[in-house]
């Protein structure tokens, strides 16, 4: 299985390599969306320039960065590879879903993680300084990407059919859950109905759990945050294996 999962992943990552233009956007997207959070936070709150980057570096990472690249790439792989019939060659192979699952999220974790390297570099050369564990930064990140690729998967097996759905799809259900999670506006300036709504949101609780963490937080502070990653995360790898398994009947009897 792991065989398989490398190979999807260095399958992917290869195009991406071979394209470049879409790497390097990769790396641009959270640096001006970093640049725009510091901008509005150190205006509206009256931050020193560092305090305002390190509010704004979990922000950028889960609820623009990865959210992008993770559940938007993953629809846009899955439809393209659908449209190239790449996928019914696959269902030739030995390959399982649980192998082509990994593969994907392989591939789209290396994105994720070097665009949070980018994020995390320019707020500590700006002079941010955080003081969580770095083990459960990188739990919080790893789940993140996990639920994202999951809920990704799932879109792009059983809404998206076509590439240019997957524009539409994103701004119709992706730019509200990120707004009303705090990506771009902090959620401590929502009015209070919006706040109540926010709590059914997984982005507002994935922004919440790692800030929390890099700010030190008491355990009991943001262990709600937690259930509510890893309940999500563990309910769209469950959908992304069903979608899976749908989607591969569907193909065999076209």
Known sequence: MWQGTIAVAQRILCELCRRRRSLILWAIFPVFIL???????????????????KLAT????????????????????VVAEREQQTIK?????????LGYFLGIFLAHSLIGVGQTLIVFTMAVVA???FEGSIALVVLVIALSILAYVGCGFILGTQIAKRTEDVNALIATFGVPL?????????????PANLKEIALWNPVYHINELLAGVLQDRAWSDISHHFTFLLAFALVMVVGAWLSYNQMRERE???
């Open 35 to 53: 640049l725009l959070n510091v901008a509005i936070l150190e205006e509206r709150t009256q931050l020193s320039l560092a305090e305002a980057y």
């Open 58 to 77: 979990p922000l950028t990472i889960v609820g623009a960065a990865l959210f992008f690249s993770c559940l938007g790439g993953t629809v846009s792989t």
């Open 89 to 97: 060659r696959l269902f030739l192979s030995p390959l399982s879903g």
């Open 127 to 129: 002079g941010a300084k």
């Open 178 to 190: 990120l707004l009303l999670g705090g990506s771009f506006i902090p959620a401590e300036f929502f």
């Open 252 to 254: 065999r009897h076209l």
